[in-house]
């Protein structure tokens, strides 16, 4: 049976009631206040709803992950990286990052990162939790994607692309930082050929649990302004 979220409690149900059918869905209800964001990260699950829906909680069973020192990096991304025809930063344009990931894709007209999870994110981005990677080509924004920073563990949530390789080019670059910065994982929620190309793969909701009791709370040597 499907949990329904008081507004006056932030606590989840066992992520072993999650229904298998949608597989994972864990509870409905709610609201997006960062306390309870930040409650659902360190519990395992996340939002994703449309327009129209109620806030759906999600805790998939199988998880996708990276594990840092697993990148893949083919040849033709390698070559783009060296020809350095993109430059990356980081956080220095969160709300344009997140407002380019919520538009319409050639795919998809409609979207699941609506106005109130970007100002939701907006607000764990000012509070130092959410970050975002830019990719510029000269001064225009082509790609970049956002997520969460916690212990020693990121939450990636979305990226874009207006540009060959640019997602990828800031994937990456946000990866090899990561890896130095002493993460051990990056939580990629649902499994595409994307991500796979890169090196994701995927682990049992249980193993994804003791990372999070493992590394959410450990420090990293993170430096997101330099």
């Known amino acids: ?3 329904w979220l008081q507004r006056d409690s932030l606590d989840f149900p066992p992520l072993n009631t999650a229904l298998r059918e949608p597989n994972g869905l864990l509870a409905a209800g709610g609201d997006l206040r960062p306390e309870r ?3 659902a990260y360190r519990h395992g699950c996340f939002p994703w709803f449309q327009d129209g ?11 996708t992950v990276l594990f840092p020192e697993q990148l893949h990096v083919s040849r033709s991304l390698a070559k783009v990286l060296r020809q350095q025809c993109y430059r990356v930063s ?5 709300a344009e990052v997140i407002r380019a990931c919520a538009a319409p894709r050639s795919y998809a007209t409609e979207t699941w990162i609506t106005s109130p999870m970007q100002d939701a994110y907006i607000e764990l981005h000012a509070r130092g939790i959410a970050h975002s990677v830019e990719v510029w080509r000269d001064n225009e924004l082509v790609g970049g994607l956002y997520g969460l920073a916690m212990g020693q563990l990121f939450f990636g949530e979305s990226m874009f692309s207006r540009a060959d390789n640019a997602s990828k080019v800031g994937f990456a670059t946000l990866v090899k930082h990561l890896h130095a910065w002493g993460f051990v994982l990056i939580d990629c929620q649902m499994p595409t050929e994307h991500l796979i190309s890169l090196g994701a793969q995927t682990i049992t909701r249980a193993e994804f649990s003791d990372f999070l009791s493992l590394y959410l709370d450990q420090p990293s040597q993170a430096d997101w302004v330099a």
């Open 53 to 63: 829906q109620p806030l759906l909680w999600w805790s998939p069973d199988p998880r």
């Open 90 to 94: 980081f956080d220095q344009a969160f």
């Open 1 to 3: 049976m499907l949990t």
């Open 37 to 39: 964001l930040i409650r």
